[in-house]
T-cell receptor, first 111, second 113 residues
Framework: AQSVTQLDSHVSVSEGTPVLLRCNYS??????LFWYVQHPNKGLQLLLK??????LVKGINGFEAEFKKSETSFHLTKPSAHMSDAAEYFC?????????FGAGTRLTVKP | SAVISQKPSRDICQRGTSLTIQCQVD?????MFWYRQQPGQSLTLIAT?????????ESGFVIDKFPISRPNLTFSTLTVSNMSPEDSSIYLC??????????FGPGTRLTVL
């Protein structure tokens, strides 16, 4: 069985400051982990994925995430937030044939 | 990468009726899935669509309410039967490609009155 917990339902940052979206996972398998972004009224877009290669994963739009097995975490970071980053972010775990989504974190970026 | 299209993109339906949502993938995929995203919430897996056999449903979802077909590798349908306002949601189709990357369709926004 696998599950994912996003520790913050809402994160608010100022433009130009760092972003940290936290995710912890539980999996019976060696997990694959993903971060997806969903802009209002838009489809899901893959930001990055971890599939047992390098533990520091770089994604699109300046985002990256680090897989920490000892902490069962896969936190998403970005050094400097942009207004266009405002969206809903989902951490996802898969081990086997299905994906389990976290509850989502809404990122607000203030000017 | 796979591109997934869904029809319809949105619909408003009357209570007690049924709606069939179509999902088409533009390339060969291995698995196909249907998800529900209720307003302001995360995605919940409804079922895995199996080619040529009955879908595999997650706990809380049943075939009578959400019949699913997958007649070939790149096409699937989800029917929401005997709808009630509680079925108002976004329904998303997804598929994994040959390297197990998962892609999502744009979703079908369903409103039940």
């Amino acid at each position: 069985a696998q599950s994912v917990t996003q520790l913050d339902s809402h994160v608010s940052v100022s433009e130009g400051t760092p972003v940290l979206l936290r995710c912890n996972y539980s999996s019976s398998y060696s997990p694959s982990l993903f971060w997806y972004v969903q802009h209002p009224n838009k489809g899901l877009q893959l930001l990055l994925k971890y599939t047992s290669a390098a533990t520091l994963v770089k994604g699109i739009n300046g985002f990256e995430a680090e897989f920490k097995k000892s902490e069962t975490s896969f936190h998403l970071t970005k050094p400097s937030a942009h207004m266009s980053d405002a969206a809903e972010y989902f951490c996802v775990v898969t081990g086997g044939n299905d994906m389990r989504f976290g509850a989502g974190t809404r990122l607000t970026v203030k000017p | 990468s796979a591109v997934i299209s869904q029809k319809p993109s949105r619909d408003i339906c009357q209570r007690g009726t049924s709606l069939t949502i179509q999902c088409q993938v533009d390339s060969q995929v291995t698995m196909m899935f249907w998800y529900r995203q209720q307003p302001g919430q995360s995605l919940t897996l409804i079922a895995t669509a199996n080619q040529g056999s009955e879908a595999t449903y997650e706990s809380g979802f049943v075939i009578d309410k959400f019949p699913i077909s997958r007649p070939n590798l790149t096409f699937s349908t989800l029917t929401v039967s005997n709808m009630s306002p509680e079925d108002s949601s976004i329904y998303l189709c997804s598929a994994t490609d040959l390297v197990y990357e998962q892609f999502f369709g744009p979703g079908t926004r369903l409103t039940v009155l």
